[in-house]
Structure formats: C-alpha cells, structure tokens
C-alpha cells in the first residue's frame, strides 16, 4: 500500500509543478500574502475532489465526452485571455507600482478567480481526473485509495508550499520594476496558454 501511495504521490506531484496559470495566480496572490491560506486550500481541494473521481471511475465518462472538454476549452481560452490583458495592464500601468506591493483583490474576487482558474482549465481534467484515473486502475481495494491520497497530498504539499513559499522572495518583489516583470511573464503565460487552448478548440471542430 505504501508502494501505491508513494506512485500517486509521484505523478500527482510531477504533473502540479508546472508553469500554469493556476500556480502563477497562487504565486502572485502569495507574493502580496493576499487570502494565501483560503486559495490554497480551495486548489487542493479541487484537486483532491477531482483525483477522487478519477479514481472512482469518472475518468471513462470524461474521456468519452469530447464535447464537454471543448466547452470546457473555450471558456478557458477566453478566461485566460482575458486574465493576461488585466496583467499586461497592471504592467503597464505604474500607478500600480508606486508602493511596490500592487493592491490585492478583494476574498470574493480572489476566490471566483481561483476557481476559475482551476476548473475552466480543460487539462486539470486530463490530468486528475482522465490520467490519474486510468492509471489507477493497476491498483485494487486499499491500494486504489493510497493512490489517489497520495496523488492528493502532492496537491496540498504543492499549493500550500507555493503560497506560503513565495514570503521568501518579497525582498526581490520589494522593489516596483520586479512586479512589472513578474505581470509581463504572468501576461505571457496567460497568453500563450489561451492562445494553446484556442487552437485545440479550433482543431477539435
């Protein structure tokens, strides 16, 4: 069981620790210690959740349903893209970086944010539910659980690490030009993963 526990733990991990849009929101939300503890633990959540019904199965139906993952891409590209104009914005705007430290959003707002991050993201379901899922099939009874919680306390070990991680690099972000780089690549990102998902929408029609 703990062989099972520790494969989970590996491809949980392996597959969170990517430049995404969800770490690089986490990150930033770390950085000027706005509501860290609520929005890792919303992501880990939502990974456990998910990698909770991959195991149980959910993965097959998901698989089976192209038309759902494309819906699901399509308000991705556009949440993202959205999301990287607001950054490339906040980068250009340097009212924004007098203090240093930029004005964090509001608990609701965060939160919706992070959930949409989270769960307009196609590849989360890929990922947790469809990968994980299927590959947790080489286990049976107890070990199937091990599995999938250790493939979901990867997910808590990663966000919370990240969100609370990210205080140490503050005297770096102390000074207003490092937010502005740090927005340019988050608009980047964004931009490049929206611009990903767009296509595949548009290759999968």
Known sequence: MFSAGFSG????GSLIVAI???NAFILRQGLIRSHVFI???ICALSDALLIAAGVGGLGTIVSRSPALIQVVTLCGAVFLGTYSVMAFRRAAKPGALVTGVPEPMGLKAAVLTCLAF????PHVYLDTVVLLGSLSAAFEGMERVAYGAGAAIASFLWFFGLGYGARFLAPFFARPAAWRVLDVVIGVVMGLLALGLLLSFLGGE
Do not use: E, V, Y
């Open 118 to 121: 989270t769960f307009l993201n």
């Open 39 to 41: 929005l890792c633990l």
């Open 20 to 22: 995404g849009a969800q």
């Open 9 to 12: 733990l590996a491809l949980g």
